[in-house]
T-cell receptor
Framework: DVKVTQSSRYLVKRTGEKVFLECVQD?????MFWYRQDPGLGLRLIYFSYDVKMKEKGDIPEGYSVSREKKERFSLILESASTNQTSMYLC????????????FGNGTRLTVT | DAKTTQPNSMESNEEEPVHLPCNHS???????IHWYRQLPSQGPEYVIHGLTSNVNNRMASLAIAEDRKSSTLILHRATLRDAAVYYCIPGNYGGSQGNLIFGKGTKLSVKP
């Protein structure tokens, strides 16, 4: 089974801090994604990457950046955390090809105070 | 992107079949129909997907209308573990296209 592991389940940070969310997958998938999930808004795509060192903006990239130095690892960076970035963050990976299923991690619940 | 309509919630009894409907009347000819589910406190989980023909896997069956404007996810014998939010997502993505649009889904409750 594919495993997508997010480094923290819960995280509490202060406004203005730089925050790193880490995601590792063990299936050699080319594609990796970061979403955030908020009540009433569903899942929204922040960034995705289809290869090492490649990145593409999703629907809501403002305030975030990403890093993909190795194929198995995709990091989401909040340059200066703000309270409106309090959310559930979900990482996913998939092989290439149309319709390839996404495999999600269990999420990191980030609270910015 | 195709717009979807799903019931907000549904209830089922354990060990009974469940039919979860989805309308996607604006689906394009090349869109797959994907179903994911999200159990409480977990990330979404892939269930099944199809293009035109009905599909079966170990988790569920997917029945797609002939005109492709609607589909039904079938859980043959619901268990308590099937209580989750089920998302129907038409889309044609892959490779460098990552935008899978999750709507509000259907919250399925399963009664013992």
């Amino acid at each position: 089974d594919v495993k997508v592991t997010q480094s923290s389940r819960y995280l509490v940070k202060r406004t203005g801090e730089k925050v790193f969310l880490e995601c590792v997958q063990d299936m050699d998938h080319e594609n990796m994604f970061w979403y955030r999930q908020d009540p009433g808004l569903g899942l929204r795509l922040i960034y995705f990457s289809y290869d090492v060192k490649m990145k593409e903006k999703g629907d809501i990239p403002e305030g975030y950046s990403v890093s993909r130095e190795k194929k198995e690892r995709f990091s989401l960076i909040l340059e200066s955390a703000s309270t409106n970035q309090t959310s559930m963050y979900l990482c996913a990976s998939s092989p290439p090809g149309y319709g390839s299923p996404l495999h999600f991690g269990n999420g990191t619940r980030l609270t910015v105070t | 992107d195709a717009k979807t309509t799903q019931p907000n919630s549904m209830e089922s009894n354990e060990e009974e079949p469940v039919h979860l409907p989805c309308n996607h009347s604006t689906i394009s000819g090349t869109d797959y129909i994907h179903w994911y589910r999200q159990l409480p406190s977990q990330g979404p989980e892939y269930v099944i997907h199809g293009l035109t023909s009905n599909v079966n896997n170990r988790m569920a069956s997917l029945a797609i209308a002939e005109d492709r404007k609607s589909s039904t996810l079938i859980l043959h014998r619901a268990t308590l573990r099937d209580a989750a939010v089920y998302y129907c997502i038409p889309g044609n993505y892959g490779g460098s296209q990552g935008n899978l649009i999750f709507g509000k889904g259907t919250k399925l409750s399963v009664k013992p």
